[in-house]
């Protein structure tokens, strides 16, 4: 499966977006889905995760209650990232990833995931 993010853009503190994630190739329906950041000169970072059925979600405690991650279950092809209340801190790159054969004790690592997207650059000012 291919995913190609989008969304990214300069935003000021306060504020809010809603990063997107298109996947090609074939559907996410069987796929863990999940969202991934990394800011300059640190790793990459879990965000937010849908279980492969979709009924549970995961997310960083730096972002629960502001961040919303959410897909659609009819064409399970797309899946979003409602970013709410922004902060300097997460200013970064993300990424959505999927993968097959994640475990619920893997969602969290990035080694984890098989497919990635090329990543959007979210720039929050304060």
């Known amino acids: 499966v291919q995913l190609q993010a989008s969304g990214g853009g300069l935003v000021q503190a306060g504020g809010s977006l809603r990063l997107s994630c298109a996947a090609s190739?074939?559907?996410?329906?069987?796929?863990?889905m999940g969202w991934f950041r990394q800011a300059p000169e640190k790793e990459r970072e879990f965000v937010a995760a849908?279980?492969?059925?979709?009924?549970?979600?995961?997310y960083a405690d730096s972002v629960r209650g502001r961040f919303t991650i959410s897909r659609d279950n009819a064409k399970r092809n797309l899946i979003w990232l409602q970013m709410n209340n922004l902060n300097p801190e997460d200013t970064a790159v993300y990424y959505c990833a999927g993968g097959d054969t994640i475990i619920t004790s893997s969602i969290r690592s990035p080694s984890a995931y098989r497919h990635w997207g090329q990543g959007t650059l979210v720039t929050v000012s304060s």
């Open positions: 849908f279980s492969r059925t979709g009924s549970s979600t995961y």
């Open positions: 190739g074939r559907s996410f329906g069987s796929y863990v």
